[in-house]
């Protein structure tokens, strides 16, 4: 794909009317999904432009774009503790459109470069997101999953994803007895994010400023949020959890742990299901790995054979996860 600083300028002045581009800034930034470059307008502004580079990336991107009206409501009610993305145009390019926006504010860190009080931010923020009322998502015509359809969309997934012949029958095995273990999933949905990468979350004086990638967002099951704390290691976990549990103003159930270890194993899959989607051999090849080795370790760990687990104990103040990632 041959996207170039140029081209993306040329996509920002056809998005919005009277914007006079004089330059670029930096590196444009490529992944599977998309491409993203910064231009400069003659008033000093600087404009993000997002290139999708693939139809589910396209996908995603309107999601995203539908969602941010809602969103924007919910910030303007003091619902949200940090900015969102604000669509300011946009342009017709090969299968979907490109978003152009104001840069967001902020810098995005590995999360497990986060200092305790930085975990803590980002707990606080996710803990926001899961209280947000439904409607934020039902109004922008984003999906809406009770638990037990969560639950039979994640046993489709399995499904879909057992006919490439990539998933090893004990992997296989143990996801359809936690799926259909009916005393896993019973859970209260809320809104959650979706796509909890540290690319999405951009950062401040060590608080979270900006949160972009909604396009997965959803009314779901909160651990599937959740999964992504599993790899911080313990000193972060222990109190991202603690200010998660203080906002919800609740402490995570037995189940809830569980299905976020589940939801941390089944990423694999689901990483490979985007290759499959995608056509790109490179990521089919590095999940089919991944599954491998997850496998592997089932099979060698007798503290793993009976599914997902996950303890913690605050009395010696550290969280232990089953996290094979």
Same mark, same amino acid.
């Given at each position: 794909?041959?996207?170039? =600083?140029?081209?993306?300028? %040329?996509?920002?002045?056809?998005?919005?009317?009277?914007?006079?581009?004089?330059?670029?800034?930096?590196?444009?930034?490529?992944?599977?999904?998309?491409?993203?470059?910064?231009?400069?307008?003659?008033?000093?502004?600087?404009?993000?432009?997002?290139?999708?580079?693939?139809?589910?990336?396209?996908? %995603?991107?309107?999601?995203?774009?539908?969602?941010?009206?809602?969103?924007?409501?919910?910030?303007?009610?003091?619902?949200?503790?940090?900015?969102?993305?604000?669509?300011?145009?946009?342009?017709?390019?090969?299968?979907? @459109?490109?978003?152009?926006?104001?840069?967001?504010?902020?810098?995005?860190?590995?999360?497990?470069?986060?200092?305790?009080? &930085?975990? @803590?931010?980002? %707990?606080?923020?996710?803990?926001?997101?899961?209280?947000?009322? &439904?409607?934020?998502?039902?109004?922008?015509?984003?999906?809406?999953?009770?638990?037990?359809?969560?639950?039979?969309?994640?046993?489709?997934?399995?499904?879909?994803?057992?006919?490439?012949?990539?998933?090893?029958?004990?992997? *296989?095995?143990?996801?359809?007895?936690?799926?259909?273990?009916?005393?896993?999933? *019973?859970?209260?949905?809320?809104?959650?994010?979706?796509?909890?990468?540290? &690319?999405?979350?951009?950062?401040?004086?060590?608080?979270? %400023?900006?949160?972009?990638?909604?396009?997965?967002?959803?009314?779901?099951?909160?651990?599937?949020?959740?999964?992504?704390?599993?790899?911080? =290691?313990?000193?972060?976990?222990?109190?991202?959890? &603690?200010?998660?549990?203080?906002?919800?103003?609740?402490?995570?159930?037995?189940?809830?742990?569980?299905?976020?270890?589940?939801?941390?194993?089944?990423?694999?899959?689901?990483?490979?299901?985007?290759?499959?989607?995608?056509?790109?051999?490179?990521?089919?090849?590095?999940?089919?790995?991944?599954?491998?080795?997850?496998?592997?370790?089932?099979?060698?760990?007798?503290?793993?054979?009976?599914?997902?687990?996950?303890?913690?104990?605050?009395?010696?103040?550290?969280?232990?996860?089953?996290?094979?990632?």
């Amino acid at each position: 794909m041959n996207i170039s =600083p140029q081209y993306l300028a %040329a996509l920002a002045v056809e998005a919005i009317q009277g914007l006079d581009a004089v330059g670029t800034r930096g590196q444009l930034a490529r992944n599977d999904d998309y491409v993203t470059g910064t231009v400069i307008d003659a008033r000093g502004r600087h404009w993000r432009v997002t290139y999708p580079a693939n139809a589910f990336a396209a996908t %995603a991107l309107e999601a995203e774009m539908a969602l941010a009206p809602e969103l924007l409501n919910e910030l303007r009610a003091s619902n949200l503790p940090f900015d969102i993305m604000r669509p300011a145009g946009f342009a017709t390019v090969p299968g979907g @459109r490109a978003a152009v926006y104001p840069e967001p504010f902020g810098k995005a860190i590995e999360f497990e470069d986060m200092t305790p009080d &930085e975990a @803590r931010s980002l %707990a606080r923020a996710i803990a926001a997101i899961h209280l947000l009322p &439904e409607r934020v998502i039902s109004d922008a015509g984003l999906p809406v999953y009770n638990a037990d359809e969560w639950r039979r969309r994640l046993l489709a997934e399995l499904s879909d994803a057992d006919h490439t012949g990539y998933v090893p029958p004990l992997l *296989r095995r143990r996801w359809d007895d936690a799926l259909t273990d009916s005393s896993l999933w *019973r859970f209260t949905p809320c809104v959650i994010h979706g796509d909890l990468a540290g &690319e999405n979350f951009l950062w401040s004086n060590g608080s979270i %400023a900006t949160v972009l990638g909604w396009g997965e967002a959803r009314v779901g099951d909160p651990a599937h949020d959740l999964a992504s704390l599993l790899p911080l =290691p313990d000193e972060l976990l222990l109190p991202a959890i &603690e200010s998660y549990e203080n906002v919800r103003g609740a402490t995570l159930d037995e189940p809830t742990r569980l299905r976020a270890v589940f939801m941390s194993e089944f990423s694999i899959l689901r990483w490979l299901m985007h290759g499959v989607r995608t056509d790109v051999r490179e990521i089919q090849i590095e999940a089919v790995k991944m599954l491998d080795e997850l496998a592997d370790q089932v099979a060698l760990d007798p503290d793993l054979a009976n599914g997902p687990s996950w303890h913690m104990d605050i009395a010696e103040g550290t969280v232990y996860g089953t996290n094979t990632l």
